[in-house]
């Protein structure tokens, strides 16, 4: 199993960016996936997740309302619309399967395939 996001950059504040993780190697449209991030000198942090139908997604309170994240799994991909963007928003962004099917979880304990990452750096 392979994870790949991209989409990351660098953007002044209240600007947007897409990212994007790419899925391969394996069948996930009954896992969910999940975004996380990792600022520097940080503790990586839950972002937000989707279930496998795309219809229940969970936020951290601090993006609710300015990030929206979805998946395609025709096309195994997930995405994070990033919106209204902050310095505090600045980290590496990574994305994760979760370990069991069926299983809904913010911890990354719970997450077992993970991507590379991708940059985000908001200037202020």
């Known amino acids: 199993v392979q994870l790949q996001a991209s989409g990351g950059g660098l953007v002044q504040a209240g600007g947007s960016l897409r990212l994007s993780c790419a899925a391969s190697?394996?069948?996930?449209?009954?896992?969910?996936m999940a975004w996380f991030r990792q600022a520097p000198a940080k503790e990586r942090e839950f972002v937000a997740l989707v279930t496998w139908t795309g219809k229940s997604t969970y936020y951290k309170d601090s993006v609710k309302g300015r990030f929206t994240v979805s998946r395609d799994n025709d096309k195994n991909m997930m995405y994070l619309q990033m919106n209204s963007l902050n310095p505090e928003d600045t980290a590496v962004y990574y994305c994760?399967?979760?370990?069991?099917?069926?299983?809904?979880?913010?911890?990354?304990?719970?997450?077992?395939?993970w991507g590379r990452g991708t940059q985000v750096t908001v200037s202020s």
């Open positions: 994760a399967v979760a370990r069991e099917a069926g299983l809904v979880a913010t911890a990354q304990g719970q997450y077992e395939y």
């Open positions: 190697g394996g069948t996930f449209n009954t896992y969910t």
